[in-house]
C-alpha cells in the first residue's frame, strides 16, 4: 500500500495532469533545476554506483546547463546518505543514485533506521540492472561453484566472503548459498565493493561479488577467477563464465539493480522532468556502449510509475530471500 501511494499520482503525473498546488511556493518543471545539483551517493568513491553515477552527472550538467555534482556519503548501510537525502528540500535539486540494498533490502534488516526509504523518497527511474561474477582469490583451487561448496566442506570456517554491509548481494549470495549446501564462508563487511574487491586482491577475504565494470580487468589479468555470473545468459565478453543457473544454484541470486531518487514530496513534474532527462542519457549511443554495454549492464530508465511498480515486487522478493537466508533484522 505504501507503494500505491506513489504510483496513483505518479500516473496522474505521466498524463499531464499537475496538482494545482505546486506552482505555490516552487519553481515550474520550466524552470528546473535553477542551480547546481547533487547527487547523493551512499558509497564511496571508486566502486560501481560510483563509476556510473560520475558519467551521468557529467552528461546531465551538459545537458541541463547546471553543475551536477557528486557527494559521497558511505556509513551506515547507506543510511546516511539516503537520509539526507530524504530530508532535503523537496525541490528535485538533492537526488540519490543508490542500489537496491538502500530500498528494499534496508527495511527488512534493520528495526530502526535513519528514514524510512518507502514514505521518505520518491522514485524517479531505475537506472540498470547490475550482473554480478561471483570471485575468488587465484590461490583458492576451486574453479566452480560446486568445487567452492566442496573445498568449505573440506576446510570448516577457513573460507571468508567479502561484503558490503548487511543484505548486500554478497551477504545475500553467500547467506543462501550456506542455507541450500551448507557451505560455512564467513563475511567480513566492508564500505562497498571496491574495499571489498580490493580485500579479495589482497588475499584479506577468498570472495567476494563483483560487476563487469570492477572486476574484468582484473579477471583477464587472472588476479581473480570468476566461478559463475548471476545473469539469466552468458555475458557475450566472458562467454566461459556458466551462470549461476547452470552452475547449479538458480535460487540464490538477490535481484540487483541502481536506481535514482528524490526527497518525497518533489513536484511530479519535475520528478518526471528528471527522469526524461536520465533516460535521455542512458540512450545516448555512445554512454551505452561504453558505461552499459561494455560494463555488463542492461540499461532500463524506466519511467516513475512503472519504476515504483518495480520496488514493490523487490521488496516483497527481498523480504522473502532475506528470511529464507535466515537474517533477522537488527
Do not use: C
Not at 60 to 84: D, F, H, Y
Amino acid at each position: 500500500m505504501k507503494i500505491l501511494r506513489w504510483m496513483v499520482p505518479l500516473a496522474l503525473a505521466l498524463a499531464g495532469v499537475w496538482p494545482a498546488g505546486i506552482a505555490a511556493g516552487q519553481e515550474s518543471p520550466s524552470q528546473f533545476p535553477s542551480r547546481l545539483i547533487k547527487l547523493i551517493v551512499p558509497y564511496p568513491p571508486g566502486g560501481g554506483v560510483d563509476g556510473l553515477a560520475r558519467p551521468i552527472a557529467e552528461r546531465l550538467g551538459r545537458l541541463w546547463g547546471q553543475s551536477v555534482i557528486i557527494e559521497n556519503k558511505p556509513g551506515a548501510a547507506t543510511m546516511i546518505g539516503g537520509a539526507e537525502v530524504a530530508h532535503a528540500p523537496a525541490d528535485g535539486h538533492t537526488l540519490l543514485f543508490t542500489s537496491d540494498s538502500t530500498v528494499t533490502s534496508n527495511p527488512h534488516l534493520f528495526k530502526k533506521m535513519l528514514y524510512d526509504p518507502i514514505r521518505e523518497l520518491a522514485p524517479v527511474t531505475q537506472l540498470i540492472d547490475l550482473h554480478q561474477f561471483v570471485l575468488v582469490h587465484p590461490s583458492v583451487s576451486a574453479n566452480t561453484m560446486k568445487e567452492l561448496v566442496a573445498l568449505t566442506k573440506e576446510k570448516p570456517d577457513a573460507l571468508n566472503y567479502g561484503s558490503y554491509g548487511k543484505g548486500s548481494q554478497p551477504h545475500l549470495l553467500f547467506e543462501m548459498l550456506g542455507k541450500e549446501t551448507g557451505a560455512k564462508i564467513q563475511q567480513i563487511s566492508y564500505r562497498g565493493i571496491a574495499p571489498a574487491i580490493t580485500a579479495v586482491l589482497a588475499g584479506e577475504v577468498q570472495t567476494t561479488l563483483g560487476s563487469v565494470a570492477v572486476a574484468a580487468g582484473h579477471i583477464e589479468a587472472r588476479k581473480l577467477k570468476a566461478l559463475a555470473i548471476g545473469r539469466q545468459a552468458r555475458l557475450p565478453s566472458h562467454p566461459e563464465i556458466p551462470t549461476l543457473r547452470e552452475a547449479g544454484f538458480p535460487d540464490i541470486e538477490p535481484l540487483s539493480w541502481f536506481g535514482l531518487f528524490a526527497p518525497a514530496g518533489t513536484p511530479l513534474a519535475i520528478v518526471a522532468k528528471i527522469q526524461q532527462a536520465v533516460a535521455a542519457v542512458l540512450n545516448e549511443p555512445e554512454f551505452k556502449a561504453r558505461f552499459i554495454y561494455q560494463a555488463g549492464h542492461s540499461g532500463v530508465g524506466s519511467t516513475p510509475a512503472a519504476f515504483a511498480a518495480f520496488i514493490q515486487a523487490d521488496l516483497e522478493a527481498k523480504q522473502k530471500l532475506i528470511a529464507a537466508a535466515g537474517i533477522e533484522a537488527e
